[in-house]
């Protein structure tokens, strides 16, 4: 998920949600991966790797990162081939149209993340950091009604053009983590009833994910228990807060990408 459009006047971020692990349909979990897999990962920024560092410089301003959940599970299995094409920033929209190029029906695994940006959490995000606790629950809610009257219908023609480019593979769609560790540790910031808004946007967004998530009989991978304990304002933070470089802000450190993505993914595919 992509932070810098709202950072421009203040660092702020975005994206929150998680998910619960669905069972595939018997195609897919025939497509389950082996040493021959042929995997492909697509997505936003919380599957490109940003806030994790090391960041590959060949992919611009994608940030893909080394050290991303992609990364260390292909470095972990060995697939037979492994295409990398998740960029910071991408909405539905992107990932049909520029990053599907390397499925085929030989590709077997397929991961992505994707729905924040569409849902426009930085902006939300901006609004609960610059204007208040009124005005961010009223942008919580606004965001929430796109979440489940629109979101749904971006989300099944993304799953759609995955399922027609990828006919074969198992197609494993990971969620975001909750933001925030309610009355955890943090003394400064944005007050705690916008905590719990956006908490419970993230919930909802995860509702509507694994929800056509199992309709294109996809698995569905709930992280917000693997971050249980390491959101902001807890004491082992996954997550970052504003931080520098800002367009980090916001997004799982490489603790966050091995502990939470990594670990979860793993578990399913």
């Not at 006047?9 to 349909?25: N, Q, R």
């Not at 085929?104 to 993340?113: D, E, I, N, W, Y």
């Not at 998530?213 to 807890?234: K, L, M, N, Q, W």
């Amino acid at each position: 998920m992509n932070v810098r459009r709202c950072l421009a006047t203040v660092a702020t971020a975005a994206a929150v949600l998680g998910v619960t692990a669905l069972t595939p349909t018997s195609a897919q979990a025939d497509a389950s991966p082996t040493a021959a897999a042929e995997y492909v990962a697509v997505g936003d920024s919380y599957s490109s790797g940003v806030g994790a560092g090391s960041y590959d410089d060949a992919s611009g301003d994608c940030r893909r990162s080394t050290v991303a959940y992609p990364e260390l599970w292909a470095d972990a299995n060995g697939p037979s081939s492994f295409a990398f094409t998740a960029c910071s920033g991408a909405v539905t929209t992107d990932v049909i149209n520029d990053q599907l190029g390397p499925l085929s029906a030989s590709t077997t695994l397929v991961s992505v993340s994707v729905g924040g940006n569409d849902a426009g959490f930085a902006d939300t995000m901006q609004v609960c950091v610059l204007q208040g606790t009124d005005a961010c629950v009223a942008a919580v809610a606004e965001a929430n009604t796109y979440i489940s009257d629109t979101l749904p219908g971006r989300l099944d023609a993304a799953y759609e053009a995955i399922s027609a480019a990828a006919p074969n593979a198992q197609v494993v769609v990971l969620g975001y983590p909750r933001m925030y560790e309610l009355d955890g540790g943090c003394a400064l910031g944005i007050s705690e009833e916008s905590r719990a808004a956006i908490n419970s946007a993230s919930d909802n967004l995860s509702a509507v994910t694994g929800d056509r998530a199992a309709a294109h009989g996809f698995t569905y991978g709930d992280v917000r228990s693997a971050f249980t304990g390491h959101e902001i304002c807890s004491d082992d933070e996954w997550l970052h807060s504003v931080t520098v470089p800002v367009g980090d802000s916001y997004h799982p450190t490489a603790a966050g990408q091995s502990g939470g993505y990594y670990a979860v993914f793993e578990s399913l595919a």
